[in-house]
């Protein structure tokens, strides 16, 4: 038996990182897919003659259809029940279709900017080109995270016992190079083009992904033949009760609550921080997501650091602990009114770089610990569903507060004039969701130390 297992792909260390590479790849797309309009609100009120609720909702639609019909869940079903291959490609597909809409909205193919519709669920009166995009990102929102619990539940059958939480660093460093490109550069590609372009070419890399999880799936079928198991629902078979036994689980809710107070002071952070620092901080529109594009890029660099620390020595809540006092620090700094320096908003991105490469490099990590493997993919279905709580509400709570708050300025900003936000109200919502995770990382520790989940012992067997 002893023989058999040391044969098989996944105790090869080459075979299981080329494995993880690939799959990263396709998250690198979705990552970049996610982002690309997050450095172009200023380019969209000057071009497009759109405000900051419309931005917030085409970027709040993301989680739409993830939170309200529940589409995580289902989705996490189904990668339990039919298994990784059938979920790498299905969740690529529903990729491109969403970008596609969405592109093809921005390019005027459908929608209005002149036809108006109103959204009764948030009282908005919307475009229909408004509407198309966020209808398109909404979709697009159901692949991405498709693929995130799909990767997740891949990368720790790939890894199960050895550099799991490296794995998932090196997963979460390439994903993040896709926020990095877009942020960084986008806005400069929109200006020399336009913003639909910008568009279509990330849309060119999601199909590159659809390509590469097929290379992915032949080396899958192979490591399943080696080591007697079907993903598709011949091994274990899934069953509802399995979802009972999540739910009924305080620690699962803990690790949930925690990744959507932290992610959502995080990833709107990514669709606000550009405009943040053309007004604040008085940026160029060209480069107004270079600042923030450095948070995923030290990412890239100490995710796998921290998560590498994390498997050979443990200490995993107290990282996130650590992350979410960070967290606190960053965004009561870009909170204060008089701190308007760009050397100061560089040194607090590093920061938040940071406090982004604690959290991740053990939170993901310490789902297999609370969880039981055959639920994993259930397991991460509803994190990501509860997360999407807040990638839904914050940034379109963050585009209304900031028109309520700043009368009149999304028109002078469409009739040339040189008006900037104030952003101070509005970063209250970012201060108070940080304490919130700080709080849950706190009792997260103390359930680990009831329960006995190992959150703090070392990943690696010896």
């Known amino acids: 038996?002893?023989?058999?297992?040391?044969?098989?792909?996944?105790?090869s260390k080459k075979a299981r990182w080329i494995a993880l590479v690939i799959l990263s790849f396709t998250m690198f797309a979705g990552y970049m897919f996610t982002e690309v309009i997050s450095p172009l609100k200023p380019i969209m009120e000057r071009t497009l003659a759109m405000n900051s609720s419309d931005f917030g909702f085409i970027t709040s639609a993301y989680g739409l259809f993830n939170v309200f019909l529940m589409m995580l869940v289902i989705v996490g079903i189904f990668l339990d029940k039919f298994g990784i291959r059938f979920s790498t490609i299905s969740s690529a597909v529903i990729m491109?279709?969403?970008?596609?809409?969405?592109?093809?909205?921005?390019?005027?193919?459908?929608?209005?900017?002149?036809?108006?519709?109103?959204?009764?669920?948030?009282?908005?009166?919307?475009?229909?080109?408004?509407?198309?995009?966020?209808?398109?990102?909404?979709?697009?929102?159901?692949?991405?995270?498709?693929?995130?619990?799909?990767?997740?539940?891949?990368?720790?059958?790939?890894?199960?016992?050895?550099?799991?939480?490296?794995?998932?660093?090196?997963?979460?460093?390439?994903?993040r190079l896709g926020s990095f490109a877009p942020l960084a550069f986008g806005a400069k590609i929109a200006n020399t083009y336009d913003v639909p372009t910008?568009?279509?070419?990330?849309?060119?890399?999601?199909?590159l992904g659809l390509a590469g999880f097929f290379y992915y799936n032949v080396m899958d079928k192979k490591l399943d033949v080696q080591i007697h198991e079907e993903d598709g629902g011949h091994g274990d078979e899934f069953k509802f009760s399995d979802l009972l036994v999540i739910v009924g689980n305080w620690g699962f809710w803990l690790i949930?609550?925690?990744?959507?107070?932290?992610?959502?002071?995080v990833f709107p952070f990514y669709k606000y921080g550009p405009d943040l620092m053309v007004n604040k901080f008085g940026v160029s529109e060209d480069w107004a997501g270079f600042l923030p594009s450095l948070v995923p890029f030290g990412t890239m660099l100490l995710t796998p650091i921290f998560g590498s620390i994390y498997d050979k020595?443990?200490?995993?809540?107290?990282?996130m602990i650590l992350g979410a006092v960070l967290l606190i620090i960053v965004h009561g700094i870009f909170y204060l009114p008089f701190v308007t320096s760009v050397v100061a908003a560089f040194f607090n991105v590093i920061l938040l770089?940071?406090?982004?490469?604690?959290?991740?490099?053990?939170?993901?990590?310490?789902?297999?610990?609370?969880?039981?493997?055959?639920?994993?993919g259930?397991?991460?279905?509803?994190?990501f569903w509860v997360q999407n709580f807040g990638l839904w509400g914050i940034p379109l709570a963050v585009g209304i507060v900031l028109d309520k708050t700043n009368p009149g300025v999304a028109e002078a900003k469409a009739a040339g004039e040189m008006v900037n936000y104030d952003y101070q109200t509005t970063?209250?919502?970012?201060?108070?969701?940080?304490?919130?995770?700080l709080v849950t990382a706190l009792l997260l520790k103390l359930e680990d130390k009831r329960k006995g989940y190992g959150l703090e012992l070392p990943n690696i067997k010896q």
């Not at 020595?313 to 990282?319: D, M, N, V």
């Not at 259930?378 to 994190?383: E, K, M, N, Q, V």
């Open 1 to 11: 038996m002893t023989n058999a297992i040391k044969q098989t792909l996944r105790d």
């Open 427 to 437: 970063w209250t919502i970012f201060v108070v969701l940080t304490v919130l995770a």
């Open 256 to 265: 949930a609550l925690l990744c959507v107070f932290f992610y959502s002071t």
């Open 378 to 383: 259930s397991a991460y279905a509803f994190i």
């Open 353 to 376: 770089g940071i406090a982004f490469s604690l959290v991740p490099s053990a939170m993901w990590p310490s789902v297999p610990k609370i969880i039981p493997e055959r639920q994993l």
């Open 198 to 207: 910008t568009i279509l070419i990330v849309v060119v890399f999601l199909v």
């Open 313 to 319: 020595k443990g200490k995993g809540a107290s990282i």
């Open 96 to 175: 491109i279709i969403g970008g596609v809409i969405k592109y093809a909205a921005f390019k005027g193919l459908i929608g209005s900017p002149d036809a108006i519709i109103h959204i009764p669920l948030v009282d908005l009166d919307l475009t229909t080109q408004v509407f198309w995009a966020g209808f398109g990102f909404a979709i697009f929102g159901v692949g991405v995270e498709y693929a995130g619990i799909t990767v997740s539940k891949a990368v720790a059958k790939w890894f199960k016992g050895k550099e799991i939480a490296l794995a998932m660093g090196m997963q979460v460093a390439i994903a």
